[in-house]
């Protein structure tokens, strides 16, 4: 086996032919040589490439980072925005029940209604690291979330409470039943039909013959007919311990076991049974005892 590769070059045919001897080992060190040379080229593109690369994302999480930040500031700024609604919320239902609690003092409805501490103000974090704003936002959040919760226990307590007055508010005759004179209160009276002193469990409302007759509040008739004392006469009852009687009617316009509604026509003054004119005796009863009517109209 030679030692050597032999280059001829015969380069026109005026020239004569050259000859090249290289030796072996020459030509082997040259093509390692080139080898390593094109494997450290290809590093070198693959190296610069992963740069470029990894500049890019740094730049790209860079930017994230930032567009993060703004988000997190905007979201604390709006987790104030909402703390601060909600103090407005409780400070609202604590006007509410002052008023309610003003406005009927029977009903034992709870002034205070509880409410979370102060918390830290999430703007207030904003130039400390993200680990503490992340931390403030998750206990006002936690804290938002208690007050939502005694917000909604609390509103449902306080329509419970208004359903209630609304339904009392409906069953308590506050109408006049006709419009006319009181010509005898409520009370203890001197006999109209002879002497003596009598109590008179109504008031008399003199009007005239035929007029309408109205229900005061909303009501289920219990009574409607004639008895020889009261004439034609009605009785209603209206829940929550409220019932009303209209005696000496002309007509009666409802039957028994019928409902009937606040304005509501339900007779006409009349001159029925022991009476002295055409009028109305109107009694309102709480728990079945007679009290004055007239603390209740108006």
């Known amino acids: 086996m030679p030692d050597q590769f032999t280059l001829m070059i015969i380069p026109n045919r005026k020239s004569g032919v050259k000859k090249i001897s290289v030796p072996k080992i020459a030509v082997r060190n040259i093509f390692i040589g080139s080898i390593i040379v094109i494997l450290v080229a290809l590093f070198v ?3 610069y490439a992963s740069i470029k690369r990894d500049r890019a994302e740094m730049v790209r999480l860079r930017q994230q980072t930032t567009e993060q930040q703004q988000q997190l500031r905007e979201l604390g700024l709006k987790i104030d925005e909402f703390s601060e609604r909600m103090e407005e919320l409780r400070q609202t ?18 002034l205070s209604v509880g409410g979370s501490d102060k918390e830290t103000k999430i703007k207030d974090l904003l130039g400390n690291d993200h680990a503490a704003i992340i931390d403030g936002m998750r206990k006002n959040i936690e804290k938002l979330k208690e ?22 508010l409906a069953s308590t005759p506050s109408l006049w039943p006709v419009q006319g004179w009181v010509t005898s209160g409520f009370g203890t009276r001197r006999s109209p039909f002879g002497s003596g002193i009598e109590f008179h469990k109504g008031i008399d409302i003199s009007a005239r013959y035929g007029k ?5 509040a909303d009501g289920l008739v219990v009574k409607s007919g004639y008895e020889p004392m009261d004439g ?19 007509k009666i316009a409802v039957k028994q076991g019928s409902r009937v509604k ?10 029925t049974g022991r009476s002295t ?5 109107y009694s309102v009863f709480v728990n079945n005892v007679p009290v004055n009517p007239q603390k209740y109209l108006r």
């Open 45 to 47: 593109v693959y190296d």
């Open 212 to 216: 309408a007759i109205i229900a005061p």
């Open 232 to 250: 034609n006469s009605i009785r209603l009852e209206h829940g929550h311990g409220f019932s009303t009687a209209y005696l000496h009617l002309s």
């Open 147 to 168: 007050e939502a919760s005694e917000r909604e226990n609390s509103f449902n307590e306080l329509i419970g409470f208004l359903r209630e007055q609304k339904s009392i």
């Open 262 to 271: 606040k304005g509501e026509i339900i007779g006409y003054v009349g001159d």
């Open 93 to 110: 239902d604590k006007k509410i029940r002052l008023l309610a609690y003003e406005t009927n003092s029977s009903k034992k409805l709870p």
């Open 277 to 281: 004119g055409p009028h109305l005796h």
